[in-house]
C-alpha cells in the first residue's frame, strides 16, 4: 500500500515538505530503497548501476557485508556510539590500524586529528592551523577549485554561485591558475612571479590549498610534474602545502592518496567521505607532527567521536594490506578510458575531452546543456551519474572502486545508448 502511494507521486513529500536547497533528487526523481555493491533499487524495483558513489563516499560500495556485520555486532553488545573525542576501543583501534596499514608503509608522519565529520570541517581546521603555526592570513587556493560549503572553506573555493551563497565578503585568500587552466601558459612560473614580486599585491601565504584531481571543478587532473614544482614553491618560501584529497583520496585515483604518485609529502591532508568506508559521516585532518599546535579543544565538534564510523573505516583499510586492491582500480581505470575514447570519436558530435585520473574520469562535453541531457536519459534508463565543472559541462564518472567489469560494462552501454537518443532529437 505504502509503495503504491510512493510510487504514484512520488517527489510530493520532498517537494512538500524539504527546502528548495535540495539537489541531488531534483536529478534523481525516485524514492531508493535498497543498495548493495555497486546497484540501488528503488520502491518499484528499477534497478540502478551507480556511478556515483555517494559523491565519491561510497568507494568500497554499498553495505560492505564485513563492515556491515563489525557494526550490528558492536550496536547488539551494546558499544558506545557517540564519545565526543574520549577513548574508545573503536577509536584507537582505527588510529593503530591506520597507522600501520596506510602510514608507515608510505613513510607518512601525521598526527591524526578528528576536526568533524565532514570535509569542510576537515578543511576549515586546516586552514585555522596553517595560518596558526605561521602567523600569516592569505591562502593561496586555485581556478575551479572546491574545498566546501562553510565559510572558510568557500574562500578557497572557485565556484562563483556557490561563493555567492556565503552573503559576506570572502577574504585572506587569493587564486592562482591550476594546471593547465590556460592552454600553453606556465602556472608555475605565473604564481612564483607573484611571490617574488613585491608590488604583486599578494602577501607570502601561510598555505597553498589544492585537489590532485578537482571533481566538481571539472575533473581537471593536475600532472605530477606540476604537483612536484607546486611542493618545491612551499618549501622555498616556507609555505605548508595542503592537499585536499577528500574526494580523490581513499583509493580514488588508484593509490590511497591521491598525490602518492608525485612523490611528495603534504604538510597537511585533508580526508573525508570514502574514509568512514561504509557512508558513514567520518572526517580526518592529518597533520605534520611539528605543526600540530593546537590548544586542547581550540578546535572541536561534538560529532567527532563516530564509533560506529571508526569500526567501518577499520574493517575498509583491510583493502590496503596488499597491492591487490589498487592494482584493481588500476586496470579498471584502463578499462574505462578505453569506453570513454571510443564514445568521443564514435560521437564528434559532443565535441568530448577525456579527462581525470583512476576511477575519477569524465567527459567534458563542449556543448551548451548536452552534458546534463546525457545524465538525466541515462537517470531514466538505470545508470546513475552526474555532471560537474563550472557549467555543468562534464559528465562524471565516480563508481565504487569494487565494481567489476560487468558493471563497467552495463553501465557504459547505457551511457552509449543515452548519448544516441539524445543527438538524435
Known sequence: MTTAVISNNKMET???????????????????????????????????????????????GHNDTNMQEKIIEYIQQDGILHSLDMGTTPRKEFLETFQEVILTPRNLDYKVMFPGPTGTNSVESALKIARKVTGRDTVISFTNAFHGMTIGSLSVTGNSFKRHGAGVPLHH??????????????????????????????????????????????????????????????????????????????????????????????????????????????????????????????????????????????????????????????????????????????????NGEARGRGLMQGIAVHVDDLASKICTKAFERGLILETSGPNDEVVKFLPPLIIDEEGIMKGMAILDDSIAQVLSK
Open 14 to 60: 520532498f517537494e512538500k515538505l524539504e527546502s528548495a536547497v535540495r539537489s541531488y533528487s531534483r536529478g534523481w526523481p525516485t524514492v531508493f530503497e535498497k543498495s548493495k555493491g555497486y546497484k540501488l533499487w528503488d520502491v518499484d524495483g528499477k534497478e540502478y548501476i551507480d556511478f556515483f558513489a555517494g559523491a565519491g563516499t561510497l568507494n568500497y
Open 173 to 350: 585568500t587569493v587564486s592562482m591558475p591550476f594546471d593547465d587552466y590556460v592552454e600553453d601558459q606556465n602556472s608555475i612560473a605565473y604564481i612564483e612571479r607573484f611571490l617574488e614580486d613585491s608590488g604583486s599585491g599578494v602577501a607570502l601565504p601561510a598555505a597553498i590549498i589544492l585537489e590532485t584531481v578537482q571533481g566538481e571543478g571539472g575533473i581537471n587532473a593536475a600532472r605530477m610534474d606540476w604537483l612536484k614544482k607546486i611542493e618545491r614553491i612551499c618549501r622555498r618560501w616556507d609555505i605548508l602545502l595542503i592537499v585536499d584529497d577528500i574526494q580523490a583520496g581513499c583509493g580514488r585515483t588508484g593509490t590511497f592518496f591521491s598525490f602518492e604518485p608525485a612523490g611528495i609529502k603534504p604538510d597537511i591532508v585533508c580526508l573525508s567521505k570514502s574514509i568512514g568506508g561504509v557512508g558513514l559521516p567520518m572526517a580526518l585532518t592529518l597533520i605534520k607532527p611539528e605543526y600540530d599546535k593546537w590548544g586542547p579543544g581550540e578546535h572541536n565538534g561534538t560529532f567527532r567521536g563516530n564509533n560506529l564510523a571508526f569500526i567501518a573505516a577499520k574493517e575498509a583499510l583491510r583493502f590496503w594490506e596488499t597491492d591487490q586492491f589498487s592494482s584493481e582500480i588500476q586496470d579498471k581505470a584502463k578499462l574505462y578510458k578505453v569506453k570513454i575514447d571510443k564514445i568521443i570519436a564514435k560521437y564528434p558530435e559532443l
